[in-house]
């Protein structure tokens, strides 16, 4: 993968940016993204934020040999403290984290935030602590998209901040749009997760020390809801 050629997720990700975007793309790496998407003229601008200092000298040197030092900023910040009001940002990319270090980094970067942007949300797992925080916050799912690559499954959530909404417990665990889609690849995906949390439950059950009820609980649960969406 280069700033030529995106991965399969990535390509999904730049598929749901708005056309003309000024984009902060949070945890860049390498800076694939913004400079791909500037390399199409998909975009206007971009803020690359990395915290770690080797991906951010790698970004750097992307968007040097690339000709874009003008359009984009290469930023060594935590999070959301990338941004900046005169970025004038409208869109936020954060791929692959794991969801509740997504819903960390939106949490802790409130202020950042204008509630004018559209989030582009890409969680490695953890996926139901991040729809959470966005309906706790205002933010609407406009859109959720299910694909696999090298053997993984990934979900990318797309939302903005329109004003108070309400899912149920089992939106926010299988995702609004995916429950009502029903694609082979998300039957397919719960198929898989529902014999792990079987497996789960079993060794539990087995476990020498004492396991918190609320625990075991909560993935009795989690295999109710499973099977019922499956059957």
Known sequence: MNEHTLSMRLERVAAHMPAGARLADIGSDHGYLPVALLRRGAIAAAVAGEVALTPFQAARRTVRENGFEQRISVRHASGLAAIRPQDEITAISICGMGGETIRDILASGKAHLSGRERLI?????????????????????????????????????????????????????????????????????????????????????????????????EIARQVRWISELLA
């Open 121 to 217: 949300l890409q969680p490695n797992g953890g996926e139901q602590p991040l729809r959470q925080w966005l309906m706790e916050n205002h933010y609407h799912i406009l859109c959720e998209e299910l694909l696999r690559e090298n053997r993984f499954y990934y979900e990318i959530i797309v939302a903005e901040r329109i004003g108070p909404v309400s899912y149920t417990a089992e939106q926010l665990y299988f995702g609004p749009f995916q429950m009502q889609a029903r694609s082979p690849l998300f039957l397919g995906k719960w198929q898989r997760m529902l014999g792990e949390k079987r497996k789960v439950l079993s060794n539990l059950a087995l476990a020498r020390q004492a396991v918190p009820e609320a625990r075991v609980e």
